[in-house]
């Protein structure tokens, strides 16, 4: 993985998008390209007009190089006085902390350093590797303004299928397992179940499994996101299931890219959700984050039959 260099600006920013989804009311990143990789990840083409690519001489969509930005301590300490204690900044959106790139730079624990002791705000950590336990001394000391994800984007049954899919993050187990020993040392958990793949963790036998961890894990909230099949990620994503063997599943995101297919998809995926949350004794604590413009009017009408734990967004 070729690790890029970049600058960054902003060092905390308002997110309208975050606040819609429950999630945060303000947003941190390490970056611009993370390298973990994984094959469905939005940030580049939510990225992709930025000027570091084309200052670097970088197609937004190619693969194998990750952008960091080592001076992030010091431009969230410039910010960090402007936020308050009824805010939460969600640490990280578009990258994340303890990528390689970023734990060779010990960047996430620096960063969290910084937010928790020169500012107010509840602190969201959002990470897929397990490295994050370095952290965790420093976050029980601030328990009540810390809440830790560690994405279960799948059951560890699929876990060497997320291998294909997330390359460079810990597998399922190892966050699963990161996730719990945050739990037993009192830390304060949720659940992100972002994006849950067609033929990966989308039946019931999956979401059961996968809300059984979180469950263990004392998440006090749970998010789960149908993919988007719309930009470049699901083509890679089927693309590399298939060269892996994982022929099944190549052909559920294969498939998924039609709009008839997704639509009945996601409609099914946020069904059983529903259910699998009822008997899990955590349907008050689900936020299934769908963006309407993706779904058809009749789909919308017959998921709001049941709009228990749905979050309905604008267009993204
Ligand atoms: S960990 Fe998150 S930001 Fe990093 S590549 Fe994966 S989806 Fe993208």
């Given at each position: ?13 308002r ?14 990143n ?9 094959l469905?990840?939005?940030?580049r ?14 197609n ?17 300490m ?6 308050y ?5 969600m640490?990280c ?8 790139e ?10 969290l ?22 952290a ?13 994800g ?24 190892e ?13 304060r ?17 999956a979401?059961e499994e ?12 749970i998010?789960l ?5 719309r930009?470049k ?33 996601a ?10 949350a009822v ?10 984050l ?5 779904f ?5 009408e ?15």
């Amino acid at each position: 993985m070729k690790e890029h260099v970049w600058p960054l600006t902003a060092g905390i920013n308002r997110s309208r998008e975050f606040a819609r989804k429950k999630l945060a009311t303000h947003t941190a990143n390490v970056g611009l390209i993370c390298g973990h990789g994984c094959l469905y990840c939005s940030s580049r083409s939510v990225l992709r007009c930025h000027r570091a690519f084309k200052v670097l001489g970088l197609n937004p969509f190619d693969e194998g190089y990750c952008i960091v930005d080592p001076q992030t301590p010091l431009r969230l300490m410039n910010d960090v006085h402007k936020t308050y204690a009824s805010d939460v900044i969600m640490f990280c959106s578009t990258s994340d902390g303890w990528a390689p790139e970023a734990q060779s730079l010990n960047l996430g624990e620096q960063c969290l350093r910084v937010l928790l002791e020169h500012g107010r705000s509840v602190v969201r950590v959002l990470t897929k590797n397990a490295a994050v336990t370095g952290a965790y001394d420093l976050m029980a000391r601030y328990r009540n303004r810390v809440r830790l994800g560690l994405s279960l984007t799948a059951p560890k049954s699929a876990e060497a299928l997320m291998k294909v899919l997330e390359p460079h993050a810990s597998t399922i187990s190892e966050r699963f397992a990161a996730l719990k020993e945050a739990h037993e040392r009192g830390l304060r958990t949720y659940g992100m179940f972002c994006p849950c793949l067609p033929g990966i963790a989308d039946s019931p036998e999956a979401l059961e499994e996968m809300f059984a961890a979180a469950v263990e894990c004392g998440t006090e909230d749970i998010w789960l996101e149908p993919v988007n099949a719309r930009g470049k990620g699901i083509v890679r994503c089927a693309e590399a299931l298939a060269q892996a063997g994982f022929t099944a599943a190549a052909h559920a995101a294969d498939a998924v890219r039609h709009e008839a297919a997704w639509n009945e998809y996601a409609i099914n995926l946020v069904k059983a959700a529903q259910v699998v949350a009822v008997g899990s004794g955590v349907i008050d604590r689900l936020h299934v984050l769908l963006y309407a413009n993706r779904f058809t009017s009749d789909a919308q009408e017959t998921l709001n039959t049941d709009p228990r734990g749905i979050v309905w967004l604008k267009k993204q």
